[in-house]
């Protein structure tokens, strides 16, 4: 499978979206989040295409190299992207260097779904910790589980038919865990696979440097459905990933990010038909 890599001169977006087209990942890190950052080139960005399992596999050869700093590069003399670490005491006159080249492959641009959102939007906050376990519950619910939102009251619930010998099985998130709630339409219901709630929700994102995460959820008019995780970098004793900043309303708007060391992974999913759900 190929993603897409946008380079452009303020941030850089990792974009990805299965075979099927029922879902799209996508990860966008400022500028700022880098020790160095420089973007030299003619056009407002460079548009790449990377094999994801190999992208992968580098990121996570490099992520074992503690206490280093990773350098990637692009274009390579072969237009291929270059990743290098140099390790070495300070003053020892010498250093190891660990180098990857992957190559880049030509690949049709994809576009942003969101792109195509419709309002109005229902949208609510919530700790990401809380929905990863509400996910990993509906283990059971079958392949497909709905999402319903209501105005009055306001309730956040996913619901699946069962499979084998369980009966339906309805798991509501708690109303004083949910800020920032809105459901214009009074109420919305909406099915989604089960697999693709489970990578949007169930894989938070962690490690040292991360302090929390903040996850907005909203669904457009026709039920896609956009998960965004902004993930803390600023990273402090005693956090960790999945800690409640979803009362911060700031932390969502675009103004303010740009004052924060945050970046963003987003899932977004298509709802199913009538023909596709059960």
């Known amino acids: 499978q190929v993603c ?22 996508q990860v966008l890190l400022k500028a700022d989040l880098f020790e160095v950052y420089t973007f030299a080139g003619g056009p407002a960005r460079e548009e790449l295409g990377l094999h994801l399992h190999a992208l992968a596999d580098t990121l996570g050869l490099f992520a074992g190299l503690e206490g280093a700093s990773l350098e990637i590069t692009y274009p390579g003399r072969n237009l291929e992207v270059n990743f290098e670490v140099l390790e070495g005491a300070p003053g020892a006159g ?3 260097s660990t180098y990857a080249a992957l190559a880049t492959v030509e690949q049709p641009l994809q576009e942003d779904w969101v792109d195509d959102w419709v309002e109005p939007a229902s949208t609510f906050h919530c700790a990401g910790l809380l929905l990863k376990e509400a996910i990993d519950d509906m283990e059971w619910a079958g392949k497909d589980v709905e999402l319903t939102m209501t105005r009055d009251p306001p309730e956040v ?84 990933a999945g800690k409640t900043l979803y009362g911060r309303q700031a932390y969502f708007d675009t103004q303010a990010e740009g004052s924060r060391r945050s970046g963003v992974v987003q899932f977004t999913i298509l709802p199913l038909g009538e023909d596709d759900a059960g």
């Open 4 to 25: 897409g890599l946008v380079v452009g001169a303020d941030a850089l977006c990792l974009r990805w979206e299965d075979d099927a087209h029922t879902i799209q990942s």
């Open 94 to 96: 010498s250093s190891i």
């Open 157 to 240: 619930h996913f619901k699946g038919a069962g499979q084998g010998s369980l009966t339906a099985l309805s798991i509501k998130i708690p109303h004083h865990e949910v800020s920032g709630f809105q459901c214009p339409e009074g109420k919305v219901v909406h099915q989604y696979l089960l697999h693709n709630l489970r990578a949007a929700f169930a894989h938070l994102p962690g490690g040292r440097e991360v302090a929390g995460v903040a996850t907005k959820v909203s669904m457009d008019s026709r039920g896609m459905l956009k998960v965004m995780h902004m993930v803390d970098m600023g990273a402090r004793a005693g956090t960790q």
